[in-house]
């Protein structure tokens, strides 16, 4: 490709960007969503952060391993029942990683099969 085409590309891809992630906001309250849309919408976070943080639960290797010799499946579990009792985002995050990190320790241990 030569310099031209890089460029453009590179400009185009920046104004495609620009432009989709601004719709809404250069719309302004002109453009009136269904309150069902709206009520979608705000699950549309953690779906998201679900949608990244799942495969990698699950997946060792690029193979699902469903098995208590998983421990980052483990620790996601032990986390989201802690979630549940705490509600607490950053307490969650610490307490699983703190799970997942001693879990990890142990199986490299030989304390716990892996």
Known sequence: MSDLEIWSAIVLLTLATFI????????????????????ALRYAPACA??????PDLILVQGQPELSWHNP?????????????????????????ML????????????????
Do not use: C, E, Y
Not at 74 to 92: C, E, H, P, S
Not at 99 to 114: C, E, I, S
């Open 20 to 39: 989709a992630r601004s719709g809404f906001w250069l719309a302004g309250a002109r453009i009136r969503l269904p309150d069902a849309l709206q009520g």
């Open 49 to 54: 952060l679900a949608a990244i943080i799942f």
């Open 72 to 96: 980052r499946l483990l620790a996601g579990i032990v986390a989201a029942v802690f979630f549940q009792w705490r509600k607490n985002m950053l307490q969650t995050i610490l307490f699983g």
């Open 99 to 114: 799970v997942f990190t001693v879990l990890r320790l142990l199986m490299q241990a030989g304390v716990l099969p892996h």
